[in-house]
């Protein structure tokens, strides 16, 4: 099962079995396994979430996110993957482009200019590049239930957001106070309405590219459109 949105918890340490560690040494292999495929090709990119914090499970699915605005063919023609997607979050957020390498690991980009505050949203969950990969880094991170996971030798320790000072939690994360007010307010949300999905998700069809087929949504839809011309 996976875990409830804004759940909070309590303050408590999490000691790791050998299979834990086993499990977060699978899914950093093939994190990777897909980044290395991106650094061949000259492209940088993090692995964020549950597997850059350490805090896995057998659901954790593997996110690797290429933080420049490249062509979207180079990073297709790097990795090898099963499907194609365009996914925007909210109407304000950015429009990414996703690669399905497999069921529980994608490869996402931006198909627009990012501001630095949606790149602090990376930051927010806990995100390493492949050096710190190699190097068996963990990184702290606020997972969905707002609980904020502080790597330990042996484990984690789990601090509900709810116990700290926003400026604090933006602190300890290396992030813009926004973020984390933003972050605590949508997954909030979330918890008392229930899963909201995302604004935009489409399918990107085999003879169409992720540029041209964000266009024919951006002549549909005039807040896609909007929000293209704003980040040109």
Not at 71 to 99: C, F, H, M
Not at 195 to 200: E, N, Q
């Amino acid at each position: 099962m996976r875990p409830k949105t804004a759940t909070f918890g309590c303050r408590k340490f999490v000691a790791y079995d050998e299979g834990h560690w086993e499990l977060l040494r699978e899914k950093r292999d093939r994190a990777r396994d897909v980044m290395l495929q991106l650094a061949r090709v000259g492209l940088p990119s993090v692995v964020y979430g549950s597997v850059a914090r350490g805090d896995v499970n057998e659901k954790s699915d593997v996110d690797v996110f290429v933080p420049c605005n490249v062509p979207s063919y180079r990073i297709e023609l790097a990795v090898d993957w099963i499907e194609r997607r365009i996914v925007q979050a909210t109407p304000n957020y950015a429009i990414k482009g996703e690669l399905i390498v497999e069921e529980g690991v994608t490869v996402s980009f931006p198909l627009v200019r990012m501001r630095d505050r949606e790149l602090d949203f990376y930051r927010f969950g806990g995100c390493i590049n492949l050096d710190q990969l190699n190097r068996g880094v963990r990184v702290p991170g606020v997972d969905k239930r707002l609980v904020l996971i502080l790597p330990r030798e042996g484990g984690h320790e789990e601090v509900p957001i709810n116990e700290m000072q926003p400026s604090e939690v933006a602190r300890v994360l290396g992030v813009c106070l926004d973020i984390v007010l933003e972050r605590m307010r949508v997954l909030e949300r979330r918890r008392e309405v229930g899963r909201t999905g995302v604004f935009l998700l489409h399918s990107v069809p085999p003879d169409e590219s992720f540029e041209s087929e964000l266009m024919a949504i951006a002549r549909k839809n005039p807040v896609v459109r909007k929000l293209i011309e704003s980040r040109s």
